[in-house]
Structure formats: C-alpha cells, structure tokens
C-alpha cells in the first residue's frame, strides 16, 4: 500500500515499481493457464467417474431385480396418479421404456375435450393400449366442439371401455355427448358422471329436475356394475329410459360442490328430491349397495315440489338384493326415500340423519326408521352406524336385530338406556321396564362405538363389560366383546377381561374410567 505520492521523483519511483509488478503479472499467466487446464481436465475426469459410480450402482440396484412385468403394473399404477406420467416415466432409461410399452401402461385415458391437443392424446393412448380394456376419463369444462373429434375416437373403441367418467358443466353437456350412441359397450362395468354449474331458479314454488339420457346400448351391457353420480342435484333418470339397469348392484348418489343453487333474492344450497332417489331406485331392481350423501342439500318437499315420475307410494317397492346402505343428509327429506322402500336382506346401514340433536325432527326420523324395520320384517343387520337417534328407539332396533355384530352410535344425550340394554340379559324396554324373557339383546355383537354421548355411566359401562363377558364364559352364546369405545377411549385397551371379571363392578369402574 503506497502512501500519497506529493514529490515528482518519489513519483518516477513508484512508476518503475509499477511496470515490474506488470512483468511479474504476465510471467504468472501462462502458468495459470495450465493450472487451469489441468483443473478442468481433473474436473471432466471426476464428472465421468461419478457417472460411472451412479450406471454401476444403479445396475446393482433393488429396482433392477424387478421383472419387467411388475416394473409394468408400477407405471401403470403410477398413470392413476398422474394423467402424463406414462409419457414421462418411459423417459427415465432404456428398461423402463420397455416396461412401458405394455399396454396396461395406457389402460388409461385422461381427454380434455377443450384442449386442442385432445384428439392426438386420444389417438396415441389408443394405438400403445392395443386391444386391452382401458378406462376412458372425458371432462368437458366449456362448450368448444372441436373437442368432439377426440371423442368419436374413443367412441369407435366403446368394445374396449371398462369405465367411463364424464365431467361437464351441466347435465345438457352429457346429454350431448351421449347423444347418438349407438355402439355397444359389452365389457363397460362402471358409469361416473361429475356434474356441476349454477341453476338459476326464480319461482320457489315450483322446479323441474334435469334429466339424464343414458344410451340403451349401456344398460344392455352384461357386465355394468356401477353407477355414480357425483352432481349438484339428483337427476331423473325414468323420463329418458324405459329400460331397466338389471345388472347394477352398486350406485352412489353425492353432493360434492359447493352452494349453487341460486334464486331471485338469496343463495340456497342444493336441491334434492325424495322421488328422483325413488326414480333411480326403481330402475336397479338388483341393486346391492346404495349411497346417497346429500349433506349439502336442501329439503324440497317431494308432493309440494316436483310431480312424482314413478308413482310409488310408502312402502310399495322392495328391494330384496340390497344389503348396504349410507344415507347422509342434513335434512329429513333426504331420507324420505325410506318410506318407500322395503329391505329385507339389510345388513349394512349408515345412516347420518341430522348435524345436531334435535327433538322434533329426530323423533320423526326414528319414525321412518322404525316403520322400515316393521316393513322388512326384522332385516339381518349385522352393522349398524348411525347419528343422532333417540335412545328408546336405538334399544327398539337392537332388540330386533339379533344378527348385529357391530354398532357405532354418535352424538347421543343420554347413552344409559342402549348400555343398560346391551349389559343385561333381560331386554331393556326403557323408563325402568323390562322383558322377563331370559335373552341377550344383541348377543353376536362384539364391537361397540360410542361417540359426542354425553351422561355416560361408567358403573353399567363396568357391568356390561363384566355380565357379557361372564356370559361369555358360561357358554351362554355371547360373543366376545373384542371393541368398546366410549367417546374416543378405548375402554379394554391393554387390559385381560378374564381378570376384569373377577372384580366387583365399582373396581372395574375406577380402572377403566378416564
């Protein structure tokens, strides 16, 4: 570091110092660049020898033991979760290339109508699937028709459809895309339709459904087996088709959007109807499992409403295949589909009336249900999950369900009754009565949930635990009670029942008290 130069020959000094450092600089260059020659030669050299170590590890890896058959069921597995991903993956090596010119790699078919390169995606998939079976995925969110090129390709494979998914904005788009159907799908074994878009009502009094034009040509097919529709409302199926579905066994009825329905001067949630359900019903006279999740719905009353399109009156229709059913709605208009229906063979019910406890509208639910139960004749169920029912009703059905092997109540004020009911072997009829007929209420039951019940009585939760299962032990053909679950605490967690019986039920309440 030089100092302020102020004198003319310290100046001719440091001008001299100056051109010997610049001699020095130049000196050093050349050899600079062969130090960075060779670096950059160590450096391609260590680059090659990192890709060899990766091509060797990799040749050594778990991934390369996989035959090529499983790589293949991988990729296609990979293809239901992402829409590109065969497209992507075959890029990864030359063996992944080959496990992805299986055709079950392309099974699947992802077309956006409104994308313009839909008709060459639908043309590429078709030809690498070959001839195997492949699940078709249409979603048409405007109303462009060009889109309409990529679906009469896949219409000329409808022979190797196994599932159709269409999701449009209104229930007119896939009226238009079913249009005209005339090919034949024999081995189509699913149906899903998501449809969404506002509805514009102005008349509150008075509203017609929409409809749903299935080709013939669908129902006919041997092997369908499902039908769902995941739509803003329930749509009338009887006033486009005549046929039945004969080979249906399962159809899921859900709300899934969000508050469209809009009037003239507020914003409602969906609209549902009891005989639209009832309608679509009637067409699957095989039907094995039904859901219907209106949770988001609103209640139109059926006979105020809308004109019934089946005629059927409480009680007329029975349904002896149906053996599973889920109904979810938060209003009892939604479940007036029981009132027109018989089960017989019930074994499964799901069944979530209401959001909160409320008196008036429970006690008419616990009506239609148990009206239901005398109309089937006392159904085998065998599982029964359900919110929000009155006590004395819950005990009703119990009792008339001998079969029942699991049961699961939620939100329910006073759970004593169905405790007491289920830890004696007299029946419990409620407001201190009892059958004198020596019978366990529910005996094959072994898992109880209990779930929001307020007021529990740890002391009969004791004596159920320690009647039942002494009964148990005498042979008194009582199942053993493997689940009980009291407001999320796993009552029989880690504890030994045979030693649980020896106590006094005071003692086992404090131990399994939380």
């Known amino acids: 570091m030089f100092n302020v130069i102020t004198i003319p020959e310290d100046r001719a000094g440091v001008e001299e110092e100056i051109e010997m450092m610049n001699a020095k600089q130049r000196r050093l260059q050349p050899t600079i660049q062969l130090l960075r020659v060779a670096l950059d030669d160590l450096q391609n050299h260590y680059d090659v020898l990192e890709r060899d170590i990766a091509y060797a590890r990799s040749s050594i890896a778990p991934i390369r033991k996989l035959p090529l058959e499983m790589l293949s069921n991988i990729l296609e597995f990979c293809s239901y979760i992402d829409d590109d991903a065969p497209s992507t993956l075959l890029r990864v090596c030359r063996r992944w290339r080959v496990a992805a010119s299986s055709p079950q790699v392309w099974s699947r078919i992802v077309v956006d109508l409104d994308d313009f390169y839909a008709e060459e ?31 009469d390709q896949l219409r000329q494979h409808a022979h190797r ?76 199926l009887t006033r486009s088709i005549e046929q039945k579905f004969n080979h249906v066994t399962t159809l899921h009825l859900k709300d899934k959007y969000a508050t469209i329905f809009r009037s003239a001067d507020r914003i409602r949630p969906h609209p549902i109807c009891g005989n639209a359900i009832a309608g679509i019903l009637r067409q699957c006279p095989r039907l094995v499992i039904f859901t219907l999740d209106a949770r988001d719905s609103i209640p139109f009353h059926s006979g105020r409403i809308c004109i019934d399109p089946t005629g059927l009156m409480r009680g007329e229709y029975s349904m002896p295949f149906l053996e599973n059913i889920s109904l979810v709605g938060h209003h009892l208009d939604v479940f007036a589909v029981l009132d027109r229906l018989t089960l017989p063979n019930l074994r499964t019910a799901y069944i979530e009336p209401l959001p909160q406890y409320a008196a008036g509208l429970a006690e008419r639910f616990s009506g ?147």
């Open 161 to 236: 459809w196994r599932s159709l998914e269409i999701t449009t904005e209104t229930f007119i788009q896939v009226n238009h895309l079913l249009e005209g159907f005339f090919v034949q799908a024999p081995n189509l074994k699913r149906i899903e339709f998501n449809v969404g878009g506002i509805f514009f009502h102005e008349r509150a009094a008075y509203f017609e459904l929409p409809t749903l034009s299935l080709p013939k040509d669908f129902i006919k097919s041997p092997k369908f087996r499902e039908l769902r529709l995941n739509t803003w409302t329930v749509p009338i």
């Open 121 to 151: 995606k639908a043309c590429a998939y078709l030809e690498r699937s070959r001839t195997v079976l492949v699940d078709i995925e249409i979603s048409r969110p405007g109303f462009r028709d060009d889109g309409f090129r990529a679906w």
């Open 368 to 514: 239609a249900w148990k009206d239901l139960i005398r109309r089937s004749k006392a159904p085998p169920l065998e599982d029964l999950h359900i919110f929000a029912m009155a006590p004395e009703d819950i005990v009703w059905t119990l009792e008339r369900s001998p079969r029942m092997k699991k049961f699961r109540l939620e939100y329910c004020t006073n759970p004593d009754p169905i405790i007491k009911a289920l830890s004696s072997s007299y029946a419990y009829k409620g407001r201190g009565r009892f059958n004198f007929e020596p019978r366990w209420v529910c005996s094959k039951i072994s898992q109880i949930y209990l779930d929001e019940c307020f007021r529990v009585s740890w002391l009969s939760v004791a004596k159920l635990i320690k009647n039942r299962h002494k009964a148990y032990l005498d042979d008194k053909k009582v199942a053993l009670t493997a689940g009980l679950v009291i407001n999320g605490h796993n009552v029989l967690e880690e504890r030994d029942l045979d030693t649980l019986v020896c106590l006094k039920a005071r003692q086992i309440k404090t131990l399994i008290e939380p």
